[in-house]
């Protein structure tokens, strides 16, 4: 008991932040972190600010913070990678033996890592947090979040949190685990069921952002629910091709239908209206099966080319 007691006051834990142009949130979330870790008695605190490519004052914030505290460490990426990249960035470099990763904006508490940590002492791996509410956020981002989650849970072969984003705390073999996935075309979200290990929910209401404005538009969103599609699920290939196959079947039978009739009664006029609408139907069947199998052509293109998923201009760790 006591060796394990020992052991539980020695845990190590990276908070990795991921940021965009987040100077307004920024001064908050150091008040905010830096309260968290005063208080905190079991867990032994590392920031880890990732910069993926701000145009603000984003990163001076971030290094007079860090030169003020010890437990701060940051990098810097060359240019904007998206936030998936960046977040693998930290990935990599963790090296304590828990992980937490939440955004710049506040709308994830740092207060509830204890909690969340309590979890985790008792023995979980991935404790997920999964939204209750989410405030701030319309009804139509709402709706479609949610009708994502349903698609992907039923075309994927790995069980999809619902109503969960990047906020969760990873056990030291999970960071290990991600660490081995290296593909160019990410999606964490995705990443974090395939891996397994033993999963815990932790409920939570979403805030608003603090400050700033959101970085993810609608247009991004879809191609991030792309990824996490097309990377995890040959579904659509095979939704296509049996779309295909039954159009295609249509088709025979509605030409041997007309075949039937002019033997019977005749040549007939040919009806323009219906020659449009099968011609319309092949070629958008036809055209949308060829944008299904590019979008999987695009992800192994960037793949095979095998460049790094990020570069870094500047850093600061401890190892």
């Known amino acids: 008991m006591g060796d394990q007691a020992e052991r539980t006051q020695s845990r190590t834990i990276t908070v990795l932040i991921p940021c965009y142009n987040e100077q307004e949130?920024?001064?908050?979330?150091?008040?905010?972190?830096?309260?968290?870790?005063?208080?905190?008695?079991?867990?032994?605190?590392?920031?880890?600010?990732?910069?993926?490519?701000?145009?603000?004052?984003?990163?001076?914030?971030?290094?007079?913070?860090a030169q003020k505290h010890p437990y701060v460490e940051y990098i810097f990426l060359s240019r904007n990678f998206g936030k998936e990249k960046a977040m693998y960035a930290g990935i990599e470099n963790v090296h304590t033996d828990g992980l937490v990763i939440i955004d710049a904006d506040l709308q994830d508490p740092p207060e509830l890592i204890p909690q969340m940590a309590e979890l985790w002492m008792q023995g979980y791996d991935d404790v997920y947090a999964?939204?209750?509410?989410?405030?701030?956020?319309?009804?139509?981002?709402?709706?479609?979040?949610r009708w994502y989650y349903d698609l992907l849970q039923k075309v994927?072969?790995?069980?999809?949190?619902?109503?969960?984003?990047?906020?969760?705390?990873?056990d030291r073999k999970c960071v290990d685990a991600l660490k081995r996935l290296d593909e160019s075309e990410r999606n964490s979200k995705a990443l974090f069921s395939w891996i397994g290990f033993k999963k815990i929910e932790f409920l939570y209401d979403r805030d608003k952002r603090v400050a700033g404005k959101t970085k993810w538009n609608y247009l991004?969103?879809?191609?991030?629910?792309?990824?996490?599609?097309?990377?995890?699920?040959?579904?659509?290939?095979?939704?296509?091709t049996w779309?295909?196959?039954?159009?295609?079947?249509?088709?025979?039978?509605?030409?041997?239908?007309?075949?039937?009739?002019?033997?019977?009664?005749?040549?007939?006029?040919?009806?323009y209206?219906?020659?449009?609408?099968?011609?319309?139907?092949?070629?958008?069947?036809?055209?949308?099966?060829?944008?299904?199998?590019?979008?999987?052509?695009?992800?192994?293109?960037?793949?095979?080319?095998?460049?790094?998923n990020y570069l870094v201009q500047e850093q600061h760790l401890a190892q």
């Open 25 to 65: 949130s920024l001064p908050i979330l150091f008040d905010r972190m830096d309260n968290l870790i005063k208080q905190s008695n079991s867990l032994d605190y590392t920031l880890l600010f990732v910069d993926d490519g701000s145009k603000d004052n984003t990163r001076p914030l971030i290094k007079e913070y």
């Open 130 to 145: 999964r939204r209750r509410s989410r405030e701030g956020e319309s009804w139509l981002k709402k709706a479609t979040s």
């Open 156 to 170: 994927s072969g790995v069980a999809i949190q619902k109503d969960t984003g990047d906020f969760r705390l990873l």
């Open 220 to 240: 991004k969103l879809f191609h991030l629910a792309m990824d996490g599609i097309t990377s995890f699920t040959t579904a659509p290939l095979k939704i296509a």
């Open 243 to 271: 779309v295909g196959s039954l159009v295609s079947l249509a088709a025979v039978i509605y030409a041997l239908v007309i075949l039937v009739k002019t033997f019977v009664q005749g040549i007939d006029v040919p009806g």
């Open 273 to 308: 209206a219906s020659t449009m609408v099968v011609v319309l139907i092949l070629g958008g069947v036809q055209l949308l099966s060829l944008g299904i199998i590019g979008e999987y052509l695009g992800r192994i293109f960037m793949q095979t080319k095998k460049r790094p």
